[in-house]
C-alpha cells in the first residue's frame, strides 16, 4: 500500500525498538503538539479559537512553560482568560426567577460550563484526534498492507491500555475472518508477554524473601519497571 499521511509515522514507530510502538507514537504527537501550539499555531485561526475556549491542563502548561515562549503563551493566556471572565456573569448576577420549573438557571448553566473547562486542553484534544485516526490507519494496514502483520509480530507487543484500544478497533472494523486471520496472531502474540511478564514479576517478588538472600536474581533489575509499562504504558520513573 502505498504511504500517505498516516502510515508513515506508523511504519516509523515500528521501525524502533521501543518497549510499545504507539506509545511511541503517542509520545512523538505529543511533542509535536506542544512545539506546534506555540509555534505554526499561532497564525491559524481554528486552532487559536480552540485554545481559548478550551485552554490546556496542567500537564501540557508544564510542557509549555518548558518551550519558554513567553511572547506566544502570553498572548494565548490573555485570550483565554477572557474567555473564561465572560463565565462569572451568569455566577454574580442575580437572576429573575423562571416561570417554567424545569428551565435551567443561569448560574447552573454558568457553574457547568465551568466544570467542563476545568478538564478541556486544546493540546489534548489534538492529540487525541490524531491518534485515534492512526489507530484506525493500523487497522486498516493489517488488511491491506501486505506483510504488515508480519511485521507486526515481529516486535514484542504493546502496553495493556493501547492493545485494549487497537482490539476494540480491529473487533468494530474488521469482519470475523480477517480479526481471526488479521488480529488473532497479534492477540497470541501479547498474551506471551503477559504471561512472560507475569512469571518475571513473580521471579522479581519472590527474590525479596528472606530464603532467597544472597541468590542471584534470575531476572531483570527493572523487571517491576517494565511491568509497569506493560500495564500502563511508558513513562519516565522518578528515581
Known sequence: MKEHIYTIPINEAFEQDSFCPFCYIREKLERDAVEYTLGPAMMEPDFRI????????????????????????SLIAETHLRSVDEFFEGIICPEKKSLFKKEKSKKATAV???????????????????????????????????????????????????????????????????????????????????????????????????????KPLAVPKDTLLKTGYLLNGEFEPKF
Do not use: W
Not at 480552540?50 to 503563551?73: I, P, V, W, Y
Open 50 to 73: 480552540m485554545t481559548n475556549e478550551k485552554g490546556f491542563c496542567q500537564k501540557h502548561m508544564r510542557d509549555l512553560h518548558g518551550l519558554r515562549n513567553a511572547l506566544s503563551l
Open 112 to 214: 457547568e460550563k465551568l466544570k467542563k473547562l476545568s478538564n478541556s486542553c486544546a493540546v489534548c484534544d489534538k492529540i487525541e484526534n490524531t491518534f485515534s485516526a492512526y489507530l484506525d490507519t493500523f487497522v486498516f494496514m493489517l488488511k491491506t498492507e501486505k506483510g504488515f502483520t508480519e511485521r507486526v509480530l515481529e516486535k514484542d507487543g504493546f502496553c495493556m491500555e493501547h492493545f485494549a484500544l487497537i482490539a476494540e478497533r480491529a473487533y468494530d472494523k474488521l469482519s470475523d475472518a480477517e480479526f481471526e486471520k488479521f488480529f488473532v496472531p497479534i492477540a497470541k502474540k501479547q498474551k506471551e508477554r503477559v504471561e512472560k511478564y507475569t512469571s518475571d514479576i513473580k521471579c522479581f517478588a519472590d527474590s525479596f524473601d528472606y530464603r532467597n538472600a544472597g
